[in-house]
């Protein structure tokens, strides 16, 4: 077999357990089917048998797989992808820009699986073929952003370290006098790539994240914790192999036009996603506010701390792109605050959803003692103090390794439920938190990443607390604050204005609650073909793996850079929508299976799968779409009408869900599928 | 036919039209980048007193013709370039690459652009399916929030108090292997400006040697690496004074090439303290990186 061309061929395994490092060579059928990263790393989770209920997510069973695709490397907008059973006992699919991605192409590799765990905490180095377990008790407990420079200095390629060999006599000797060989040797190349966990991955916080570069993060499904339970500390990769091309002019030629078309997306390379809060999410009801009690503020001047044009005057500092990436979305922020917590506070932006869960869902935006409701009466300097706050709670997040949506969730959560006096300082020992509390979410996060005292509860998530607090204090309706669907927290894309799509999106995606489905604007109009197909190009996308947000400069050149990449000439169109599919049908098998749940017609019946209740049952209060409900608040809609199309539409049976024994063969997934499929059929 | 080809096949007619390559030269370079003879021969044919605008068309004919037929029925993104070619670069004495921390985004499009071209020349054929980074004589490397983009900056020791102006990594060269081009020679396709270069038949590689590197990195910056084929030495050229990574950089100012007065240890500093360096200055903290 002629050699792979755009990957390798070669996905390295390591088991901590035992130290030993394998190759896994899949063959090529299985990259055309799968193609790599979300796609290929299903194959792997029902190949291996983490599928099965018996799977502990945080046992030395579980397999952690940092995957990438064929064209990651030099092609444009390269993503990572984490695959796993989440330590929510679900699917997690979780991606992350940054240098990793092309590094680990570099470095010869199609991905690491990563499975058993190791006596002491360790690090993974890769340089090329070489793959080491190092110790890394110098950096466990450290943050990431510090103990990501330590370790990326650890690791240098062979031709960027040697001995020292230059004496004072190899130098002119008035310079040798003047500065005598200093007997160094080489090694000031930095070039590895690392992602890391924080102290947060490490106590296995049910929602932390896998970091790299300080704030981009495998944020969602809890990756970290799976890291922390195998005591990983991180993996720091450094690659000099290229990236091999079966038609590299034809990959170079494609790959710059889509970079000169990202050159005019003035909207990314002005305020990255900094753009959508004031100006669209506001205007359009969809912000989260207050743990969703409101979704969109009645004086605008309320939120404009959120926008693009005050955050990058009061903060930005300058702009970062992923390899190959001409719209460079991340802006690092110097924060500037009256308040020596924040002040001089080093993250980035905040992004959307940031600003959405650990700004306006945290009562940050509003002056003390007002409400969304009411008119905003302060300065430029309350609006600064506002992003310094939204900026510190994010860089926290990043800085302990857990994901701000999720923590964003559970910290509205404990604040509605302290607004309600349905829970007292006295559960949270001793801290009382109010909306727009800095210091007292500073303190509680704090006792999550510690898993001290209440923090351990808390550190199982919003779903896991409100259940907690609902037992303890004898009072049910606790759980309708519970800002959840799927056990998991709702990103800060409203459901309930003009975007119902949003709650099919988040009902159906196989990424439990995801917002990056794709779906949800074909969702709003009722097109639910239209709403698979956005759901097979996402989940596609994501086995290629590229970035969500650079993907329509991608739009009719996919075919030809997977084609250039590969060689696979018969690559057809088609095969977007098929990868897709084959995602999809897994990951539906994955979520029901290893939750043993049995009768699917009964998931929405089953507690735990029921979305939050404010979605179809509490009016919006304020706002253009003041009184408006997902599909009306009407349910039966959406489970016995919306559902049972989709899935009808989507070759899955009508009654549970459940991908046909045809649909599989079709799909050529039969293989690894139809076993678990027919005992759930 | 691509960009990078058809800019090369325009930096070959330009050589043609200064007479710096004979016709049969630049007639056998032309085929080998995929211009059919016809057309490479109707191109070498135009350069006598043809004036521009009539070449312009001649050569996008050239091109379309002889562009590979697209493999799938979409039509190729890029169209072969139809503008008229570049005005030719003219040579820039005292010039240099500087980057600007704050407008640099890391997107590496630059080191792409060199290994590619590097690669190319050196290892044709071990390289043709492939693009490796270790080719690229300029790195940007990340330091979570700032970005430092590591290349030669062309170090000069001063004479009157080190002894010598040449270069330290020159000066301490057991084979005298890096050496500087003056202005008006060395290869074809660079403008003239003098620039550095590495004379591969004479650089013993890191394997045995590595002194370049190491004067550097102790006393400058970290301007030199090794090809992971033959592990000799590669610096920044500056491709003799019309840099390709300048020309592909995406954002407005963020890599220059500019006149730099003499001596470039001025700017030359080690990525890690220039890092830290920029910490300062940006985010107005101190980080021990």
Not at chain 2, 233 to 245: F, H, K, R, S, Y
Request: contains cysteine.
């Amino acid at each position: 077999m002629a050699a792979l061309k755009g990957v390798w061929g070669k996905i390295a395994r390591v088991d901590l357990s035992t130290g030993n490092v394998t190759v896994v060579e899949p063959p090529e059928e299985v990259y055309r089917k799968y193609l790599g990263g979300e796609a290929l790393g299903l194959y792997y989770l029902f190949k291996e048998g983490i599928v099965d209920p018996s799977v502990d997510p945080l046992g030395p069973q579980n397999m952690i797989q940092l995957l990438v695709g064929p064209t990651n490397g030099v092609g444009a907008n390269a993503r990572s992808v984490i695959v796993t059973k989440s330590a929510y006992n679900f699917l997690c699919v979780t991606t992350s820009g940054g240098r990793g991605a092309a590094e680990l192409k570099f470095a010869g590799w199609d991905g690491i699986q990563i499975v058993g765990k190791a006596p002491k905490p360790v690090y993974i180095a890769i340089i090329d073929d070489k793959i080491e377990i190092r110790d890394a008790s110098h950096v466990w407990g450290k943050g990431t952003e510090e103990a990501e420079m330590i370790l990326q200095k650890e690791v240098l390629s062979p031709l960027e370290q040697r001995e020292s060999i230059l004496r004072s006599a190899d130098m002119p000797e008035k310079w040798a006098a003047l500065h005598p060989a200093a007997k160094k040797g080489i090694g000031a190349k930095r070039l590895a790539a690392v992602w890391l966990i924080g102290p947060g991955g490490e106590k296995q916080v049910w929602y932390a994240s896998v970091m790299t570069e300080g704030a981009r993060a495998h944020g969602r499904y809890g990756a970290g914790a799976i890291f922390g339970s195998k005591n990983l500390k991180g993996i720091v990769v450094r690659g000099t192999k290229g990236q091999p091309l079966a038609d590299k002019a034809r990959f170079l030629e494609l790959t710059r036009a889509i970079q000169s078309s990202e050159k005019g997306d003035y909207g990314w390379r002005s305020y990255g996603t900094a753009r959508i809060g004031y100006a669209h999410s506001n205007a359009s009801s969809d912000f989260p506010i207050r743990n969703w009690q409101w979704e969109a503020w009645a004086d605008p001047h309320t939120v404009m701390a959120l926008s693009g044009p005050f955050m990058d005057v009061a903060s930005f500092v300058r702009k970062q792109s992923c390899p190959g990436c001409a719209m460079h979305c991340l802006y690092p922020v110097e924060t500037t605050s009256a308040d020596p917590l924040m002040d001089r506070t080093i993250s980035d932006m905040p992004d959307w959803e940031a600003m959405g869960m650990v700004g306006g869902n945290l009562g940050y935006l509003e002056m003390p003692g007002a409400t969304p409701d009411d008119p905003f009466t302060g300065t430029h300097f309350d609006r600064a103090e506002a992003l310094a706050k939204t900026q510190y709670t994010t860089f926290i997040h990043d800085n302990y390794g857990i994901d701000f949506i999720e923590g964003g969730a559970l910290l509205a959560l404990l604040m509605e439920l302290r607004q309600r006096d349905l829970i007292t300082p006295a559960d949270l020992d001793g801290i009382d938190l109010q909306w727009g509390d800095v210091h007292a979410v500073d303190a509680i996060v704090k006792k999550i990443v510690a898993r001290q005292g209440i923090g351990d509860v808390l550190a199982r998530g919003t779903y896991e607390t409100a259940k907690y607090f609902a037992e303890k204090k004898g009072k049910p309706e606790i759980m309708d604050y519970s800002m959840t669907c799927h056990r998991y927290a709702q990103p800060a894309h409203g459901v309930r204005a003009n975007a119902c799509g949003n709650a099919m999106s988040y009902l159906v995606a196989i990424r439990p609650t995801e917002h990056t489905s794709g779906s949800r604007i074909p969702f709003n109009r009722g097109d639910v073909d239209a709403a698979i197909a956005a759901e097979n190009v996402q989940a596609f996308n994501n086995s290629l793996v590229i970035c969500s947000f650079a993907a329509g400069h991608w739009t009719g050149k996919t075919v030809d850079l997977v084609k250039a990449a590969t060689g696979w000439e018969d690559f057809q169109e088609a095969e977007i929508g098929k990868v897709g599919e084959r995602a999809y049908a897994l990951g539906r098998l994955f979520n029901l299976y290893c939750q043993g749940i049995k009768d699917p017609k009964k998931e929405w019946d089953c507690p735990e799968m029921v979305p939050a209740k404010r979605w179809f049952s509490e009016p919006l209060p304020a706002g253009p779409h003041k009184g408006k409900m997902a599909y009306d608040g009407d349910m039966d809609k959406v489970f016995n009408q919306l559902l049972p199309e989709y899935w009808k539409k989507r070759g899955w049976t009508e009654d549970k869900g459940i991908p046909t024994a045809e649909k599989l063969k079709e799909l050529g997934i039969d293989d690894v599928a139809e076993a678990i499929a027919a005992q759930l059929r | 036919m691509d960009q990078a080809r058809a800019e090369k096949l325009w930096e070959l007619h330009h050589e043609l039209e200064r007479g710096r390559l004979s016709r049969r030269q630049f007639i056998r370079m032309a085929t080998a980048l995929g211009v059919s003879l016809t057309a490479a021969e109707a191109l070498a044919g135009c350069q006598k007193a043809t004036p521009a605008p009539t070449t312009a068309p001649t050569q996008a004919q050239a091109v379309a013709t002889t562009a590979p037929q697209p493999t799938s029925a979409q039509p190729a993104p890029t169209a072969a370039p139809t503008q008229a070619p570049p005005a030719a670069a003219e040579p820039k004495e005292g010039y240099m690459l500087r980057f600007d921390g704050y407008r640099c985004t890391g997107c590496l499009l630059c080191a792409v652009t060199c290994a590619e071209k590097w690669q190319a020349e050196l290892f044709p054929e071990q390289t043709k399916d492939v693009v490796n980074l270790e080719f690229s004589r300029i790195r940007p490397m990340r330091f979570q929030y700032v970005d430092v983009v590591n290349v030669c900056n062309y170090c000069k020791l001063e004479e009157w108090a080190e002894g010598t102006k040449e270069a330290p990594c020159m000066s301490v060269c057991p084979q005298k292997a890096i050496k500087f081009v003056p202005k008006g020679e060395g290869k074809p396709g660079y403008t003239g400006y003098g620039y550095k270069t590495v004379d591969r038949d004479l650089c013993l590689g890191l394997d045995a040697c590595g002194r370049c590197l190491e004067a550097c990195e102790q006393q400058f910056g970290s301007g030199i690496s090794f090809d992971p084929i033959e592990h000799k030495a590669q610096v920044c050229t500056m491709c003799g004074g019309d840099p390709a990574c300048v020309k592909v950089c995406p954002e407005p100012e963020a890599l220059q090439f500019v006149p730099v007065v003499v001596n470039g240890r001025s700017f030359a500093f080690q990525p890690e303290a220039y890092a830290e360096l920029l910490y300062m200055k940006m985010f107005n903290v101190r980080r021990d990186l």
